[in-house]
């Protein structure tokens, strides 16, 4: 069965503080799609990413990076020079490769910047 | 806009009632999911559908149903309502295939009194 686990519930930064989000990942498929969404305090989620399992090349965009590392099963999330405007809940999700995808979600961690 | 319709945007209502959310997926997507979100809580994964078939099941309540129209929208029927069933309802839809993200409605906020 597919798992996602996000071992960290809440993280407190100040802000201009690098931040890093864990999550890792169980399953029995070679090929499987790793995704990170937000859900900033107003509600919605909102996609952020995707990484295939036979692409571990890290990601950059502005001052998100994601670094996928299959031989830890994990797939981090950093945010560098935290804003106030990152305070969100963030959720790590697992998708199979078959079509009527299974999507499974870790349990979330709630980011706080703080001023 | 993530393409994803969801009405109505709040619902309030009684306990014993019952209440119909509806869904309208993005143009071309297959599937169809349902999470329910308490209070500072995770998504609870309810049921999804693919092409007009339910495709799995989640941690989904006998008093809840669902269903997928032939046009593709989607309908989630909760009754006997309680008021631990005040939460946010997502829907969600994707192609159907296993690269294709996930796009979130905005949810249907139901109070419970």
């Known amino acids: 069965a597919q798992k996602v686990t996000q071992a960290q519930t809440e993280i407190s930064v100040v802000e201009k503080e690098d931040v890093t989000l864990d999550c890792v990942y169980e399953t029995r498929d070679t090929t499987y799609y790793l995704f990170w969404y937000k859900q900033p305090p107003s509600g919605e989620l909102v996609f952020l990413i995707r990484?295939?399992?036979?692409?571990?090349q890290n990601e950059i965009s502005g001052r998100y990076s994601w670094n996928f590392q299959k031989s830890t099963s994990s797939f981090n999330f950093t945010i560098t020079a935290s804003q106030v405007v990152d305070s969100a809940v963030y959720f790590c999700?697992?998708?199979?490769?078959?079509?009527?995808?299974?999507?499974?979600f870790g349990p979330g961690t709630r980011l706080s910047v703080l001023p | 806009d993530s393409g994803v319709t969801q009405t109505p945007k709040h619902l309030i209502t009684a306990t014993g009632q019952r209440v119909t959310l509806r869904c309208s997926p993005r143009?071309?997507?297959?599937?169809v999911y349902w999470y329910q979100q308490s209070l500072d809580q995770g998504l609870q994964f309810l049921i999804q559908y693919y092409n007009g078939e339910e495709r799995a099941k989640g941690n989904i309540l006998e008093r809840f149903s669902a269903q997928q129209f032939p046009d593709l929208h989607s309908e989630l029927n909760l009754s006997s309502l309680e008021l631990g069933d005040s939460a946010l309802y997502f829907c969600?839809?994707?192609?159907?295939?296993?690269?294709?993200?996930?796009?979130f409605g905005n949810g249907t906020r139901l109070t419970v009194t």
């Open positions: 999700a697992l998708s199979d490769h078959n079509y009527g995808q299974n999507f499974v």
């Open positions: 143009s071309g997507d297959l599937s």
């Open positions: 990484r295939n399992s036979f692409d571990e």
């Open positions: 969600a839809s994707s192609a159907g295939q296993g690269n294709s993200p996930l796009h």
